[in-house]
Structure formats: C-alpha cells, structure tokens
C-alpha cells in the first residue's frame, strides 16, 4: 500500500502551495489516475511519491517504509522498485536503446565498455524480450535520440518492462504523443498493471483516457483532492 500523509509543497518565491494538505491511501494493484487543469498540483504529487520533489510536510509512506524519511541509499533502493514515465522521456542520451532498456534495473553501462561485457546474456535476453514486446526489436543498437516521440516513450515502457517495479509512475505519460501513439502506451502500461498486478498512478489531462484505463479518479485543484472516486461516479458529477 502506498500512503500520502498530509502533503504540503510550495516552490520557493511562489505564493501558493502547490500542494495543500494532500492526503490520498493507494491500495496494491489499484490503477490510479489523477486529473486536473494545468498547475493544479499533479505533478508535484507523483513526484513527491518517489523524491524527485521533497515536500515541505507531510510523509510518504510505502509498504510500511517511510520514503521521506530514507536516506540517499536506502532511497536509492526503494526506486528500483518504483518505476517511472515521464512526459519528456528521460531517456540516457547518446546511448543505445538497448542500454537504455538495460539501465532502470541494472545501472548504466559507461559508454567505452561493450554491451556483451557489462551486462550478461540473461539481461539482455530480458532487454531484448522487453524492446519485442513494444516492437522495438529492430532498434536496439540505435542511439535514443534518432527516434520518434512515441518509440522513446516505447523504449521508456521498455525500461519498465525490464525493471519490473512494484508501482509504476507517471508524469503525463502519453501527454508529447499523438493520439494513435498514446492510446499504444496506454495499453502497454494497461498490460503491466493487469498482467503483472502493478500499482499505477499516473497524471492525465484527458478524462477519456483515464476513464478508458483507470479503477479509481483523483481530482485534483489548488493542490488539493476534490474528487476521489471510481470513474462511473465521475460521469455523474462532471
Ligand atoms: P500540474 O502538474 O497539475 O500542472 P504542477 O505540480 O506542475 O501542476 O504545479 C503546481 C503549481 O506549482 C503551479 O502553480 C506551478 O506553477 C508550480 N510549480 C511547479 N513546479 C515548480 C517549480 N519547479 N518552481 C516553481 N513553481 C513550480
Ligand atoms: P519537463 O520539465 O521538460 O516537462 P520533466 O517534467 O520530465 O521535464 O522533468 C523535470 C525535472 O525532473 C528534470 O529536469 C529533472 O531535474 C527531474 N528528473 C526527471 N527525471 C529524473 C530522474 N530519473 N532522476 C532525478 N531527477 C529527475
């Protein structure tokens, strides 16, 4: 379980908080979605979850651990087993796919070392599975940035794939891809959540698609949770 405990953030020089009093239970294999207009807070929120944002107040915990509360080496290993998606990819630049894929769960390798030697034929049995299963098998030796918005948000999903995290973030996942493309990534996060019981909490702007993919709608405005509830319920109030 994933537990948000009274969140408070607000950026510096800002005068309101981008998160107010944030409080929001996660059970284990939910699929959450989080909505609201731009600046609501969404992102901080997700981000608060693993640390890429420290809130001012409040704790996260998850499974019984207190992330807020972890060192930088006891945070670094809880992240390996949350993983994430961002809006901008957050791709290694200058290397492979393949390596790219390989990097969440096994580290990076350093640009002058050959793959065979840095990473051993089960991993890259388990990267080369994972670039199959997004229909990037034919891209694994290229570097990151010759490809398209939505194949580097595939070799994200790779990298996930490969991670095989208890929980998976997002960030505005599919918010750089055109439709086609997103409504692709979608599935693919939909898969890891059915298939592998990932929890998933993710920010959207778009309500069909978090109506379409998630059990359970948080809404969010001015840093706060003003909807929390299945996504039939929301077609009732909206
Ligand atoms: P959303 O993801 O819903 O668009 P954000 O969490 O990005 O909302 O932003 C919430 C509020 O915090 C907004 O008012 C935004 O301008 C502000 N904010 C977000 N990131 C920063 C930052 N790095 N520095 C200053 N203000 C920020
Ligand atoms: P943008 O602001 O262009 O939309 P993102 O929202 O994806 O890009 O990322 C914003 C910031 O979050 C990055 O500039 C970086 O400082 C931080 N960040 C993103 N991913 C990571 C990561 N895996 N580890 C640490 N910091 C990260």
Redesign the pocket.
Known sequence: MLELIGLN??????A????DGVHLRVQTGEFVA?L????????????CVNRL?EPDAGRVLWQGRDLTAMSAAELRRARMRIGMVFQHYHLLPRLSVLTNALAGRFGAMPRWRSLPGWYTASERALAAAALREVGLEALGRRRVEELSGGQKQRVAIARVLVQQPELLLG??PISSLDSVTAARIMRHIASLHRERGMTVLL?L?DVAVARAHASRIIG?AG?RIVYDGSPEALDETA
């Open positions: 953030k607000r950026y510096k020089g800002e309101e908080a981008a998160l989080v609201g207009r731009s600046g609501a807070g969404k992102s901080t929120l997700i981000r944002v960030d505005e920010n702007h969010l840093g």
